[in-house]
């Protein structure tokens, strides 16, 4: 949207607010009043907070996660296993698979799933650098972590046909039950998912 | 026993999409109420008491709150989510396609019994694995009959005169095939040609509209599905007035799976 300079800077804040996800228009004008009457110097942080992500971070040229030196840490990391990529959907699933400490390869973000009903194909994710970075690589296992819903699923299945004839393992983490909850309240496709990749005790 | 806020009704799962932090907009083709979209509130937490149940493509019964702008999803429990079809990648595809073609031809709020009956037999018949390019023509020729947009392929839309078995000149806009002298009179820039294979189907289709296709009546036409295919994909393409999006990964799946 263009600004003329006669538009009020508050409206224009507001305009602003709006445009973010979940935010709606009276969200939009209860920020901007809180903003009004922030301390300047809290605000001043905010707006460079804001301006440093936009000018700092950019994706990593191997694996395509959020990143402010390219390649990301994570990539040059020397003490990782190089030898395993994990596949995932977007940078927050990074995030949350980082979190665990479990996991010591590398990624792949695809910035999305297969979606076809929205008209999103494989083109317009990252797979074609994810076959790429297999061949110039010795990967020797892929661990295809897109979400268990039909489009994760439908997606993980397009990269398994793709990287299937270079003989590269291909793994997905298990489904089943939630930690904590119980199994009475499990819905059936999670259960017998559950049942069918069921472990030695 | 059911208050006028809650109704409750079978379902087919068409799409999803995200909204906030852990709902999804939900797209349903419901057996009562035609086409609605309700809210499922924490469906992307693991965890949340709807667990699989909203998948695209189950067939569930539901039970939904009317509320102020959109309708909350309440409840929803599977009665059939078709496990063989979601092991296929070109099974997931092509009903994704049906989907696609229910969200467009079905009308919001508006029941319409026969559609949502030709998409559950639809659905099972790709479960099932065999002949599922042939189901997805018949899916999509019924579907124009129970929408109103069936064209006629058996005589002459305009003189009603009985057609040679021979490729014809098929107008939209007249509503069918038209015989060679019609072609002349009544023909429009919007015609195309409709080979004889193509009309065999199609006429194949429009004698067993009121009957039940078995298993193996798919047999004899399965290999030459060709033109029927493309004239449908043409077709659907002029009543939706734009191309469908799921078109594009279906034929890729399908290309990469006889390649």
């Not at chain 1, 301006?51 to 700092?56: A, G, I, Y």
């Amino acid at each position: 949207m263009e600004y003329s300079s006669g538009t009020p800077p508050v409206q224009r804040l507001i305009d602003e607010f709006s445009r973010l996800p979940g935010v709606g228009p009276k969200s939009a004008q209860r920020l901007t009043y809180h903003l009004i009457r922030m301390p300047a110097e809290q605000a001043e942080n905010l707006a460079s907070a804001i301006l440093s992500v936009k000018t700092r971070i950019t994706l990593c040229s191997k694996c395509f996660h959020i990143t402010e030196n390219d390649p990301c840490n994570i990539c040059s990391d020397t003490t990782r296993d190089q030898s395993k990529i994990c596949v995932v959907e977007q940078p927050l699933d990074v995030m949350a698979l980082e979190k665990t400490s479990t996991y010591d390869g590398l990624y792949h973000v695809l910035h999305g799933v297969i979606s076809p009903i929205n008209g999103i194909g494989p083109d317009d994710l990252k797979v074609k650098p994810l076959l790429q970075r297999l061949m110039d690589n010795d990967v020797t296992e892929i661990i295809m972590a897109t979400n268990p819903n039909l489009e994760g699923e439908a997606t993980s299945m397009f990269i398994h046909k793709l990287i299937e004839p270079s003989g590269i393992k291909i793994t997905k983490p298990a489904r089943g039950l939630p930690v904590g909850g119980d199994l009475e309240y499990a819905d059936e496709a999670t259960l017998s998912r559950a049942i069918e990749g069921r472990q030695n005790f | 026993m059911t208050s006028n806020r809650v109704y409750k009704t079978k379902a087919i799962v068409l799409k999803q999409m995200p909204i906030g932090e852990t709902n999804r907009i939900i797209t349903f083709y419901t057996r009562s109420f035609g086409k609605v979209a309700a809210v499922a509130r924490g469906v992307r937490r693991p965890g949340s008491k709807f667990g699989g149940s909203l998948e695209i493509l189950n067939h569930v019964q539901t039970s939904i709150a009317r509320g102020r702008s959109l309708d909350n999803v309440n409840e929803c429990v599977v009665i059939e989510s078709y496990k063989n079809l979601r092991k296929n990648l070109t099974a997931i595809a092509e009903g994704i396609y049906i989907a696609e073609l229910v969200d467009t031809f079905g009308e919001d709020r508006s029941p319409n019994f026969s559609l949502f009956d030709i998409l559950l037999e639809t659905l099972s018949n790709l479960d099932q694995s065999e002949h599922r390019e042939f189901w997805i023509l018949w899916f999509e020729f019924r579907l124009l009959h129970v929408s109103g947009f069936l064209p006629e392929f058996v005589s002459c839309v305009e003189c009603h005169s009985g057609l040679d078995r021979t490729d014809h000149t098929f107008d939209p806009g007249a509503g069918g095939v038209l015989c060679p002298e019609c072609v002349n009179n009544y023909g429009t820039d919007q015609s195309w040609n409709v080979s004889v294979s193509a009309l065999t189907v199609l006429r194949f289709f429009q004698r067993s509209l009121n009957s039940k296709l078995q298993s193996g009546s798919a047999g004899p036409y399965v290999d030459d599905l060709a033109d029927v295919k493309a004239f449908l994909r043409i077709y659907m393409r002029y009543i939706a007035e734009r191309d469908l999006k799921s078109t594009g990964f279906l034929d890729l799946v399908r290309f990469k799976e006889t390649h």
